[in-house]
């Protein structure tokens, strides 16, 4: 262990020790001289409420407190009014400014609507004035128009004239020719109709004729293909329908008006079907064939019947 490093703070506490014994010991010796010469005085004793104290030293330090911040709200309260009264003053300045550009805006807008009407004024004007000009044209067109009209119609007038009387001439030129041609026509149609109604004359005795000669034969047909039924009795009379083709075959046959007894009506249809054909009728015209035997209706009343 190095005591060299111990000896220096031993030293200076020694010394600081002696020095503090020398102090008291010479406080001591004061004191007591002192009290030689004290004279004595009447002393007056106090009792201190520390809590009190303490507590008042609190209310002083809360009002103090309180005081500054009233203060610092009373300062607040003074720098918002100061700062309101200047947006105030900046919004009034905005609104003053804002009405002048209305004004200004307002001015100009009544300065163009001027110039627009005086422009819109000038326009109608040099408009009226176009349009009285363009109708003075108009009514000089339209008179020298009238004119020419006017002399065009007496033109037309004379030509409608000369034409009607030229009409006329032709007219009455065609009416008499019209009438001749009808003349004509007429003697030309009474002469063909007398022809045709003579030859239609002909014509109706020649298909009456066939037409006899072609009912006597089916019926001759028939007849010779007929077995009569023993019921049957003089005075009996069945009306049969015969359709036919135009080859001459039986394409139907039936009852349109019975005898009353069905034995002697079927003995009749019997009998048609024995036939089948009647080939004679190739040879028939068609159309005396379509109008008269395509669909036939024959009577049969046999009188070689016994009573």
């Known amino acids: 262990m190095n005591l060299r490093s111990y000896l220096f703070p031993a030293l200076l506490a020694l010394i600081l020790h002696g020095v503090i014994l020398s102090a008291l010991f010479y406080s001591w010796l004061g004191y007591a001289e002192d009290e030689k010469h004290l004279t004595p005085r009447h002393v007056k004793a106090q009792i201190v409420d520390i809590k009190s104290q ?8 809360q009002a103090e407190a309180k005081k500054k911040a009233d203060a610092r709200k009373l300062a ?11 947006q105030q003053k900046q919004e009034a300045l905005k609104q003053k400014q804002r009405k002048q550009e209305v004004a200004k805006k307002e001015q ?20 009226l004035k176009q349009e009285a000009a363009r109708k003075k044209s108009e009514a000089l067109k339209k008179e020298q128009a009238a004119q020419a009209a006017k002399k065009k119609q007496q033109d037309e007038a004379r030509r409608q004239a000369e034409a009607k009387k030229d009409a006329e001439r032709k007219r009455a030129e065609l009416q008499r020719v019209e009438r001749e041609q009808q003349a004509q026509q007429r003697r030309d149609a009474e002469l063909a109709a007398a022809l ?13 004729q066939a037409t006899a000669g072609y009912l006597e034969y089916i019926a001759a047909e028939i007849e010779s293909n007929w077995r009569r039924p023993p019921s049957a ?7 049969l329908s015969l359709h036919l083709l135009p080859t001459g075959e039986v394409d139907n046959v039936y009852v349109v008006k019975s005898s009353g007894d069905s034995h002697f009506d079927e003995s009749a249809i019997r009998a048609v079907k024995r036939v089948g054909r009647f080939s004679e009728l190739q040879n028939m015209d068609p159309i005396l064939f379509d109008r008269n035997f395509r669909k036939l209706t024959l009577e049969y009343n046999p009188s070689d019947l016994r009573r």
């Not at 607040?76 to 200047?86: G, N, P, Q």
């Open 108 to 127: 100009q807008a009544r300065e163009k609507a001027q110039a627009l009407k005086q422009a819109d004024a000038k326009k109608k004007a040099e408009a």
């Open 76 to 86: 607040d309260a003074r720098k918002k009014e100061a700062l309101k009264k200047e």
């Open 233 to 239: 009795r003089n005075g009996m009379k069945v009306v």
């Open 196 to 208: 045709a109604a003579e030859e239609q004359e002909m014509q109706a005795l020649q298909d009456q």
């Open 54 to 61: 303490l507590q008042a030293r609190q209310r002083d330090q």
